[in-house]
């Protein structure tokens, strides 16, 4: 038997949808680009927000052990980490004689809500 047709190789029309197949794949990555750098944009920003607020507890705290217990800000007060600013507020409350409570709220451009944390303090 003879036969007619040679099986080996790639035809065009194979080689066609593979160069498709890739180039949808490429475009759809292209395409998720700015979506990644938005989050890691915001979690860059959370992360250095949660660092001034561990900060803040951490200081009055110190103070507050100290015998000096830092001013309660009514507004927000400015804050820079790196090239970014945020803006802090320190609430501060005696429950009792030998406790206080310290609330600290942080916000940054972008993101009005913020974070907050709040810790007790005793003498």
Do not use: C
Request: no cysteine; aromatic share 8%; net charge positive.
């Amino acid at each position: 038997m003879i036969r007619l047709f040679n099986n080996k190789g790639i035809t065009i029309v194979e080689s066609l949808i593979a160069v498709f197949l890739t180039a949808v794949a490429v475009v759809s990555l292209i395409f998720m680009q700015p979506l990644s750098w938005q989050s890691a944009g915001r979690a860059d920003s959370l992360s250095r927000a949660v660092g001034l607020l561990q900060q803040e507890l951490e200081t009055a705290e110190i103070l507050i052990k100290n015998g000096t217990p830092p001013s309660d800000s009514a507004d927000y007060d400015d804050a820079f980490v790196g090239n970014q600013r945020f803006e802090k507020r320190l609430r501060l409350s005696q429950p009792n004689t030998s406790s206080w409570l310290v609330n600290v709220h942080v916000r940054w451009q972008g993101n009005t809500k913020g974070i907050q944390s709040s810790i007790i303090v005793m003498r």
